[in-house]
């Protein structure tokens, strides 16, 4: 009979460090990112930290949107008030991966691909380990980056993607460039990949939540040689909670808390900006309302508001929201002044949202290192670094595994 393997807690590598300090800061610190001030309009940690609350509440919006765009500025700032914040940037830094010098790919092949995306690819071209077996690309979409894997390294390429439009139009283009590349129309989560990644280097770019979840399992149920995987959208998948891969970890996160991971205050012209806060504002003013009608300060959970109701006026707005949510309106209502609340709510969210900001980069770690770590302790070499500048893709951390000789665990699935 075998000899039984105890599914290991997390070790004591720097990698696994690391996650247990991002664990202890997370847990400690909770009452500080977990309520939004979106729907708790005086988060409890307002009145613990008073001074704070006053220096965000009177920031301009010269200095909002600094602090809005540089983290590391926003941390070092409310460190100033919280001196707990002061261990995350070291807990969130990661090296750059190494730019190899590696023959530039030639532009027309990034023809049709849009022009951010064709950044990312080439950026994570250059980033990435060489590979040294046929390549699996998981859900690939048309297949842009392993084409262009394919055309550099002579490596055949097989592209597993769901959809069926994509996997047409990937293969046309493939067809066009005679890449060495074929699609496969798979639903990773129900068609058993796992010979798509047996003895394979899989790569996966932006394979959301459940995707790269899955990937995972599948490495380790197949030992692989090589992987290189890039997350996002860590809040998408089956489950309501998130399912940490690693036993010994204290902090529980929510499909709402994981979301926090990837909010990104997207940079946008001056319109879009105008209306966005026009939409935090009406809600919020519409929300004051409902409070005082119905009694109930209760969060109000919006469902999706139809774009055009946003250009008919604050009024009419409210009252297609009563009406949808038959909630009767008294015939005088002051829309003047509660239009204005909606905008002084949203003036306080927008600063008090800002302490939230500071663990965004500390959750999305905690993630990643959750993963690296449980790959490292199931017989891979795991690296992790950031591929390219975040302007270019805020998700662009990147995880890669070497196989090591397997050490005879082998109980892991999540
Ligand atoms: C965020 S896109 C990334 C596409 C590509 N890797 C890139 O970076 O441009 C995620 C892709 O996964 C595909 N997808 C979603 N669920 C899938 C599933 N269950 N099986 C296979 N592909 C899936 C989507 O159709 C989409 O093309």
């Known amino acids: 009979m075998g000899r039984l393997v105890l599914q290991p807690e997390i070790g004591c590598s720097p990698y696994a460090r690391r996650l247990q300090k991002l664990d202890q800061l997370l847990v400690a610190t909770a009452p500080l990112w977990q309520p939004h001030p979106f729907k708790t309009e005086r988060p409890a940690w307002c009145e613990t930290h008073p001074e704070l609350t006053r220096a965000l509440l009177g920031l301009d919006e ?11 500025a926003l941390i070092r700032f409310i460190a100033g008030f919280i001196p707990q914040l002061a261990a995350i940037p070291s807990l969130i830094a990661l090296p750059a991966t190494e730019h190899k010098q590696r023959d530039e790919p030639a532009p027309h092949l990034g023809t049709g691909v849009p022009g951010r995306k064709w950044q990312q690819i080439r950026s994570l071209y250059h980033a990435m380990d060489e590979p040294q077996h046929a390549i699996t690309e998981w859900c690939g979409g048309k297949g842009y980056l392993g084409r262009l894997l394919s055309m550099q390294w002579q490596q055949p390429v097989t592209t597993l993607e769901y959809n069926r439009l994509l996997v047409d139009a990937g293969r046309a283009l493939a067809d066009k460039f005679s890449a060495n590349q074929q699609f496969q129309l798979v639903d990773v989560l129900h068609d058993q990949p796992g010979n798509y990644v047996r003895d394979k280097h899989t790569i996966a770019l932006h394979a959301c939540g ?48 994981l979301r926090m991971a990837v ?28 409070e005082r009608l119905t009694g109930n300060s209760d969060y109000y959970s919006f469902r999706p508001v139809p774009k055009a109701w946003l250009q008919e006026g604050f009024k009419l707005y409210c009252q297609k929201l009563c009406e949808r949510e038959q909630l009767p309106l008294p015939t005088a209502v002051d829309w003047h002044a509660w239009e204005s609340c909606g905008y002084k709510r949203r003036h306080d969210v927008m600063r008090l949202q800002l302490l939230r900001h500071c663990f965004k980069r500390v959750l999305e770690l905690w993630l990643i290192m959750d993963m690296a770590v449980y790959l490292q302790e199931r017989d891979y070499m795991v690296s992790v670094g950031v591929f390219c500048d975040k302007t270019l893709t805020p998700r662009n951390i990147m995880i890669e595994g070497r196989a090591l000789p397997l050490s005879g665990y082998n109980g892991a699935t999540k």
């Not at 995972?216 to 998130?242: E, K, M, N, W």
Request: hydrophobic share 30%.
């Open 62 to 72: 010269a200095a909002l949107a600094h602090y809005s765009s540089d983290n590391e």
């Open 263 to 290: 909010n990104e205050t997207v940079t946008a012209h001056h319109n879009e900006i105008t209306k966005r806060n026009q939409d935090m504002a009406w809600k919020l003013g519409f929300q004051k309302l409902r």
């Open 210 to 257: 459940d995707l790269h979840r899955e990937l995972i399992s599948q490495i380790i149920r197949y030992h692989p040689p090589r992987f290189t995987i890039v997350p996002c959208c860590y809040h998408l998948g089956r489950d309501t909670a998130y399912t940490p891969f690693n036993r010994g970890l204290t902090l529980q996160l929510s499909t709402e808390a």
